[in-house]
Structure formats: C-alpha cells, structure tokens
C-alpha cells in the first residue's frame, strides 16, 4: 500500500461515524456528518480487536467516507445548529420558559431581567448575570477563537479533512462574537448599575431570593460562619438537593476540621444520587477544594465516572493523566468520547468550551494517530463506544444536550 497513513486516517477520523451507520443501537441520537453506507461486516468486540479490512475492500463495500483533499466535508453548519440547540435547551431547563423567553429577545431581555432582579427574583439575576458574562467574554475572546487557521498558517499540503472543518468553526465563531460584542454593548455597560441595584432587595419570601441575598452578604463581609448559619437556616425542612450542596461547598471552605468533615459528608452523601455532587466530591479527594488537602487514597473511580458523566474538567484529567503515561491508546479512547459528546453539543452551555475542545481533539488525532497501529485505532475506537453505550445516555441528560 502506498499511503498507509490513509487508512490510519479513516479509522481515527471516522470510526465512530462507521459505527454509527453499522450499530446505531450503541450509539443513542447520535448526529454525525452526512455519510452514505452500505451494510459492513460487525466490528469486533473491544476485548478481540482484529486488524481493519484493506481500503480496497472499505470502497467496495459502498462507504463515501471523507478522505485527506476529497470526499464529501463535514457539515459545519449542522454543527453549529446543534450547539445552538443545546444550548437553548440548556436555557429552557435551567431558567425556565419565562426567563428563556427573555433571552431570546432581540436585546436578550436584558431590561425585563434587571427588572425582576431589582425587585428580588434570584433566577433573573442569574440570568442576567450569565447573559452578561458572555458579553464581557466576547470583549476578550478565548484562545479558539484566535486561533490561525490552515491558510493563515500558510501551510503548503491540503489540511486533513478534520483540520478544513475545524478550521471552518473558528471562522464562524468569529463572525458569531463579533455579532455578540455588538449586541451587547448595553449589558457591558449596564451591569455595574444592576449589581448595585440588586443590592436592594425587597422580596425575600423565596427560598432562591434569600440564598441569593446571603451569598450578597457574604461578597461584602467575607463572614463565612454567618453564611454557613443562613444557609443552615434555609435548609430548615427543606430538601433542597442544589441548596445542601451549596452549603456542603461552604462547610468545606472551613478553617474548622470539624466543619469541613460534615460538608465532605454530605457531598458523599449527595454523590449517590446527584451526578454534580459526585463531580465536586471527585475534585475534592483527587486535587482538593476549599480548605480541604486532596485525598488520592480515597477518590477511587470517581474521577473516571465524572468523565464519562461528561464534566469537562474529568475528561481534561482523563486525557492528561493518559498523556503523562503515554497511553495513546486510551487518550484517543477518551478524546474520541469527548468528540462524541461534542458533535452532540453537550459543551455549549453553560461556557461554551465546545471550539477549545474541538480544536484539542483535532490536534490528538493528528498527532497520534498516524503514529499508532490500525488495531490500536480500533481499540481507541473500541473504549470511545463502550463509554457511549455505559454513559451516553446520562452524560448528555445532565449536559441538556439529549
């Protein structure tokens, strides 16, 4: 064969799209680039990798899979829907359909939710507050979105498939925060106005409004004991499962040992049911939090189940701690599941890290994947599906992106 790296390419590149064509049932909703597909022989089970067939017998078998300067592009545009999508779901199960339906105004209701704000209304603070954060980000855009693409990097060979869609994101998310920096003009200047406004809140008679109202205080006092005993007070017949572990976070602040058991307690309590629970009690055994030493003894699989729930900081550890191993196999294993996870939108919101971790993976699989036998571009392929059909499923509920 004279370009062998080709059929490296079209495993690491496209396997999961292969798959999805062959096995649909292990890979749920899933939403790739636009494939035309024949009926292929069953892939083996991740235990029994075996070699993949020949390129010659790939093209019999009918696939139109894009190659290195042909084939069909990936469709950048159903992407950027996609993201869209999520994100607007994210919106409508965090806030609400009122509060979304603010967001969606042409001024991003940035008025009506200074309005409800001023008059107590927690979630509209965090609406707005969110919604003005994003306006401040597009001010100074992420390392993406400033990234050069092929041509401005004046690279002489055509990019690979992957790199000409990657290269087309950075181009749209561009346009897309030079549109957001215009319509956002009034919440840069407007927040130091509403903060200032929120201060002087009058309805207190919601649960949200007076946890809002004792975190304020706490912004001004940095009384941490006074903000533990509200928060405690709000807890009073109160099943709150946000709210316990809101106040399980502050125990955890503590410069009391006492104080800081009780909140490691409640998280390990909350872990068993409530998935951000398990996420925050794996950051604090395996790099600590608050005022509490990191415990590596007891963090067992924590941090792997964190990753396959999707939380971006698991997977960014993942992919590290493989790398710091040199375990190629398993970084493209997790950063494969990650490029699952975004096609599917599940990093557009809260902040969006769906263009820095598209541009990462990018770069993984250029980097390692043509230095890595067909059969391990098969396992990799392997342990990215077998995280799809254990934890898909959950990890885009929690993401809002089902």
């Keep these: 064969m004279r370009h062998p790296f080709i059929l490296v390419f079209v495993l690491s590149m496209h396997s999961l799209a ?18 035309h597909a024949a009926k292929l022989p069953e892939l083996p089970k991740p235990a029994e990798p075996v070699p993949p067939p020949p390129r010659e017998e790939v093209r019999k078998a009918g696939v139109k899979a894009p190659l290195p300067g042909e084939g069909m592009p990936i469709d950048t545009t159903a992407w950027l829907q996609r993201q869209s999508q999520a994100r607007d779901q994210y919106v409508q199960r965090h806030f609400g359909p009122r509060i979304a339906q603010l967001l969606a105004a042409p001024d991003a209701g940035l008025d009506a939710l200074a309005d409800l704000a001023r008059h107590g209304d927690a979630q509209a603070l965090e609406a ?23 041509i401005e990097k004046g690279a002489k060979d055509a990019p690979s498939t992957l790199r000409q869609f990657a290269d087309s994101i950075v181009e749209a ?9 215009l319509a956002c003009a009034k919440a840069n200047t407007d927040r ?31 009384d941490l004991d006074q ?21 399980a976070t502050h125990l955890l602040e503590s410069a009391d040992a006492a104080q800081r058991e009780e909140g490691l307690t409640m998280l390990q309590r909350l872990s068993s049911s409530d998935n951000d629970a398990l996420s925050e009690l794996a950051q604090c055994l395996g790099i600590g939090c608050g005022a509490l030493a990191p415990r590596p003894d007891q963090v067992g699989d924590l941090v792997e189940r964190s990753a396959e729930l999707g ?13 710091r191993r040199s375990k190629d196999v398993e970084v493209l294993g997790w950063s494969r599941y990650r490029q699952w996870l975004n096609a599917q939108g599940c990093f557009a919101a809260p902040s969006d890290l769906s263009l ?3 541009l ?24 990215a599906v077998s995280r799809v059909q254990r934890s898909g499923a959950a990890a885009r509920h929690r993401a809002a992106c089902d």
């Design 18 to 35: 292969l798959v999805a064509a062959l096995r649909p049932d292990l890979l749920p909703h899933l939403r790739l680039p636009r494939l």
């Design 173 to 181: 998310r561009r346009d897309a925060d030079a549109q957001l920096a």
């Design 227 to 247: 903000l533990i005993a509200r928060l405690r007070a709000l807890l009073q017949g109160n099943d709150d499962v946000a709210a316990q572990r809101n106040l």
């Design 311 to 323: 939380f971006p900081w698991a997977l960014e550890r993942e992919i590290t701690d493989a790398m």
């Design 128 to 150: 707005w507050s969110w919604r003005a954060d994003e306006c401040q980000s597009a001010d100074h855009p992420p390392s993406g979105v400033l990234a050069s693409t092929s």
């Design 192 to 222: 130091a106005l509403l903060e200032t406004s929120y201060r002087e809140l009058t309805n207190l008679d919601s649960p949200a409004a007076r946890q809002a109202a004792a975190e304020l205080q706490y912004e001004q006092d940095a």
């Design 360 to 383: 990462e993976d990018t770069q993984l699989e250029e980097s390692l994947g043509p230095r890595i036998a067909p059969g391990q571009n098969l396992s990799a392929n392997n342990i």
């Design 356 to 358: 820095r971790f598209l």
